[in-house]
């Protein structure tokens, strides 16, 4: 190995550069000769001498030597010149763990946690180099790469908004090394908040012969910070908790809304508000060093009102009170014939229409609009065939049946946790082709079905309120207001607010713009506190982590380690020039002007 290496080797081209500047030095205009006769005499001597100053002409033009050396440096710097030195290294393989959890970002004077990890990082850099980070799915970032390739690394590396697992990042590291001989750095301030125990992780590695050293960073910190957020559709909590021994005053803002808290030591304040439409942030002004959980936000779903349409000659009232007990649906009625056709609805739902009333071709005008991507559900009733429901239909009517329980058999958005209890009598009605079965009665006849019709959504209900006592549970109107947001797609509240640290899976790959730039991906995970805007939706992370937000690193010190380095070995490493060459280049160009100002051309 030679003592100069160059990182990119076709910026040697970069010296062509030289061949321009040489050939236009050359032929550059000279001065012409006037012979004047009473200087003939002088003249006449110098022509031994002209001879000969070619060269000293040309080492005497500075300007032309001071480019001629700036050409020099720049095609140098673009080859990325380094020398191969020898020097004392702590092993052959270096694996750096960093903790890039949210604590890091506490700061520490001018820098932060994070940024003193990094300048902590850069001197165990050795001949090959592994960079683990230590979050809250521990990532081999870089494996088995040079010094160069390392720094390049760390210097664009910045910190996340989640948790972290520090011993399993340090378990990860053993099956990198794989048998091979190492030496493993840990560089955190030891806030472990998930995972295996950083110092039961560093034994299992001693019994596989890799040595882990503990490199603790920063000190105790004051902190106060948002742990918790409950976000429902009418009503949210925020949890503000002081991590100081003394009485914190905070100011909190929710919008455009302030209000003064006065949190004792180690102790949380709590402050219930009506949940915004939208997104909004919420922010706690506080004297701390940890900035990440002084900030919040909260997704709700915009304030438009779902426009309903009842179609029904019945005199019950149980669908329409339990959709009007949301204030998100807007309810209309008409008893048929009379069926509005020239208003815009979301929803249409029928039941205990009474056949003589219904006009024909009413249900076809209606399934337009569905095959545009409106929702519809129809309701069982003994007379279904007689309704002229024709495709809008997604069963097959066989009889009645009497006395059965209904069967959740997948589980949605509207299902969840309902129980719909018995049944006396029901419409043995089986699913067509192409129709999901979503509730059932015994000999799989159908409660619940789904059918896409166009763009829309087409759900029928076979559960009839006057033989069920579903209509007296606490769940009926939960099951129905959940009904409408799937046919809609309004996505639930606790959908859009989310923790960092989860992940969320499309079936598609999605432009997604997030808080550090627009990903295309099928695949997110949320590692940042901010706003996820997809197409049809705005999603919000937050930190939310007690422990993560208590930057107190004596909780850590007992296992933070003295020791720093293990043994030393003799290792070829490459030390960069590059930024030396800038540095001289920067010097010249400075002397280049002084040089032109000098002689008088400036």
């Given amino acids: 190995m030679g003592l100069i290496g160059f990182g ?9 550069a030289l061949v321009p500047l040489i050939v236009l030095y050359l032929i550059k205009p000279r001065p012409k000769l006037i012979k004047i006769p009473s200087l ?9 001498s002209s001879r000969h100053s070619f060269l000293r002409k040309f080492v005497r033009d500075y300007l032309f030597v001071i480019q001629l050396l700036c050409l020099i440096l720049l095609a140098l710097a673009v080859a990325a010149p380094f020398l191969n030195l020898s020097q004392k290294l702590v092993a052959e393989h270096t694996v750096i763990i960093l903790d890039v959890s949210a604590s890091m970002q506490t700061k520490e004077g001018t820098y932060s946690r994070f940024e003193m990890a ?83 992780a560093k034994n299992v590695l001693k019994t596989k012969g890799v040595t882990a050293e503990f490199v603790p960073i920063g000190k105790n910190s004051r902190n106060v910070g948002i742990i918790n957020l409950e976000v429902s559709d009418d009503s949210s909590i925020v949890y503000v908790k002081n ?47 940890l900035k990440t959980d002084n900030v919040g936000y909260i997704s709700a779903p915009s304030g438009d009102k779902v426009k309903v349409l ?19 649906v807007e309810v209309t009625r008409a008893e048929p014939p009379i069926v509005p056709m020239k208003d815009d609805f979301d929803v249409y739902i029928s039941y205990g229409i009474d056949p003589d009333e219904i006009l024909s071709g009413t249900f076809d005008d209606i399934g337009k609009k569905v095959k545009s991507g409106k929702g519809l559900v129809i309701v069982a009733q003994v007379e279904i065939n007689e309704l002229g429901y024709g495709k809008l239909l997604p069963v097959l009517h066989e009889g009645l049946g009497s006395g ?53 959504k087409v759900i029928f209900n076979g559960m009839m309120d006057d033989e069920s006592d579903f209509k007296l549970s606490p769940s009926y109107p939960i099951f129905w207001v959940n009904l409408i947001k799937f046919l809609t797609d309004q996505k639930s509240i606790k959908s859009l607010n989310v923790q960092t640290g989860s992940t969320l899976i499309l079936e598609d790959k999605t432009k997604i713009s997030t808080p550090t730039g627009v990903q295309n991906t099928n695949a997110l995970m949320y590692e940042n506190v901010g706003l996820y805007t997809l197409p049809d939706r705005v999603v919000v992370a937050n930190l939310l982590n007690d422990k993560e937000s208590n930057i107190d690193i004596e909780q850590s010190k007992d296992i933070a380690s003295n020791s720093r380095r293990g043994s030393l070995i003799d290792e070829t490493v490459e030390y960069q020039i590059v930024n030396h060459i800038l540095i001289a280049l920067l010097i010249l160009l400075f002397l280049e002007v002084l040089y032109v100002k000098f002689r008088g051309d400036l």
């Fill in 404 to 456: 059965a329980n209904v069967i959740v058999e997948q589980v949605t958005e509207f299902t969840k946790n309902i129980d719909f209890g018995f049944v006396n009598n029901y419409i043995k009605a089986k699913s067509k082709a192409n129709t999901l079965s979503i509730a059932g009665f015994p000999n799989n006849y159908s409660a619940i079905s789904f059918m896409k019709h166009g763009d829309g």
């Fill in 118 to 200: 990094k300048s902590e990082a850069e001197d165990f850099l050795g001949g090959k180099n592994t960079i683990i980070l230590a979050k809250n799915v521990p990532l081999v970032a870089l494996e088995s790469v040079s010094k160069t390739e390392a720094l390049s690394y760390l210097k664009s590396l910045k910190p996340l908004d989640t948790d972290s697992k520090i011993g399993d990042a340090i378990l990860l590291s053993s099956e990198v090394l794989a048998g091979s001989e190492g030496t493993v750095f840990v560089l955190s301030d030891f806030i472990n908040t998930e995972g295996m125990d950083p110092e039961t």
């Fill in 310 to 328: 009842l179609i029904t000659n019945s005199q019950s009232k149980f669908i329409e009170y339990a959709l009007k007990s949301s204030d998100m």
């Fill in 40 to 48: 003939m005499f002088f003249l006449g001597q110098s022509g031994s």
């Fill in 243 to 289: 991590f100081n021994d003394d009485k914190q005053d905070v100011t909190l803002k929710i919008g455009n809304f302030t209000k003064d808290l006065s949190i004792a030591g180690e102790s949380v304040e709590t402050f219930a508000f009506q949940t915004p439409r939208g997104v909004t942030k919420i922010e706690v002004k506080a004297n701390d060093f």
């Fill in 8 to 16: 990119h080797e076709v910026g040697l081209l970069a010296f062509l």
